[in-house]
């Protein structure tokens, strides 16, 4: 419909938009997490099945659709195609219905991004204890240029000040904590990557985000171990836990509610 010279878009059409981009989005970033850790390029080549090496034919990469029809199965070889990939087009699918659906307004693109960049960090930290440089500087850039595009809009640097700050803090609480637990314990207690992944977090949420998310993922790894305990899983104090998936986990819901720092 049309009011006011304004094109006003049914909500229902929104959200399945947004689900359709989100699973698309998702799909590519199933393709970066299994690509990635093995050194191969995520632009380059075409999808191929990880068992016999066939090319995927269009049909064979719809989104969501191609893995429940195939019931998780390569047509040509019958090879499992992992659940990571439906979880990642699913995983995007929510990113972007939820984004639709919450985000503060004129932050519903930002929180796509922060959303989808999040999920693929938090996967491969979950996956592989691994958190590649050059996403988590991606993730820094781009929450620094929403705060500068909020700076700008809104004529002071406020917002630019919030950002920085929430970087600064994000990175060295972190830093500060793994030197601390080096020094006592002698051995590393935090992976690499951890410490950047919550400064690039801080330039999108501020130093207030930063705290929270914290203590958001302290209580996500804490009901982790709780459940592996449960279910009867080693629980030691060297015990590998995920600190950046918990990040995360905790950052993208809390932007998706209060919006920039």
Known sequence: MVEHGLILVPLGWLVAGAAVLGAVIGSF???ALGRLPEGRSIVTGRSACDGCGKALTVTELVPVLSWLVQRGRCRTCGGAIGAWQLGCELGGALVGIGAVLTARDGLVPATMVLGWQLL???????????????????????????????????????PLLISVTGGAL????????????????????MGAGDPPLLGAIGLWLGPLGVIETMLGASIVGIVVA????????????????????????????????????
């Open 120 to 158: 693929l960090l938090a996967l491969l930290d979950l996956r592989h204890l691994w958190l590649p440089r050059a996403l988590v500087i991606w993730l820094a850039v781009s929450g620094a240029a929403v705060a500068a595009a909020a700076a700008w809009r809104g004529g002071s640097t406020d």
């Open 226 to 261: 709780i459940v592996m305990h449960v279910s009867k899983r080693k629980v030691a104090a060297d015990t590998a836990l995920p600190l950046g998936t918990c990040l995360a986990a905790t950052a993208w819901p809390l932007f998706l509610l209060q919006g920039l720092g």
């Open 29 to 31: 970033l199933g393709a």
């Open 170 to 189: 994000g990175f060295g609480m972190l830093w500060l904590i793994a030197r601390f637990y080096l020094k006592a314990r002698g051995r590393e207690g």
